[in-house]
């Protein structure tokens, strides 16, 4: 890996930054803080998380993903998604089973 260099800035610099007269610093209380995502873009992040587990487990999770077509991330967030509508009485089907059953539906034909 290469090593990047950034410019750093002298003390003079950044004091001259923080006393140029066209910025304004001001405290806003937090609840009139605008969000940093909005609802509708909070909804698609995705966050990247760690997980630690046993060698046989990860490729027994590794090998049904496949088997069913998807990613090993799609597979554990469909099982995630699962568990958690099953634990609020929800009926949810996998992601996978959605999508083999659309496809299993005959083209409509036309006159």
């Keep these: 890996m290469t090593e990047q260099h950034y410019p750093v800035p002298t003390p003079d610099q ?10 304004t610093w001001e405290d806003v209380p937090a609840d009139e803080a605008p969000p940093v995502l909005a609802e509708s873009e909070a909804e698609e992040v995705m966050v990247v998380r760690s997980l630690r587990m046993p ?13 069913r077509g998807v990613t090993w991330s799609e597979l554990l967030r469909d099982w995630a998604a699962i568990e958690l509508a099953a634990l609020s009485d929800d009926q949810p089907i996998s992601r996978a089973d959605a999508m083999r059953a659309l496809a299993s539906i005959p083209p409509r034909r036309t006159a």
């Design 14 to 23: 950044v004091e001259a930054l923080m006393d140029n007269p066209d910025l």
């Design 55 to 67: 060698l046989e487990l990860h490729q027994r999770i590794r090998a049904e993903a496949e088997a």
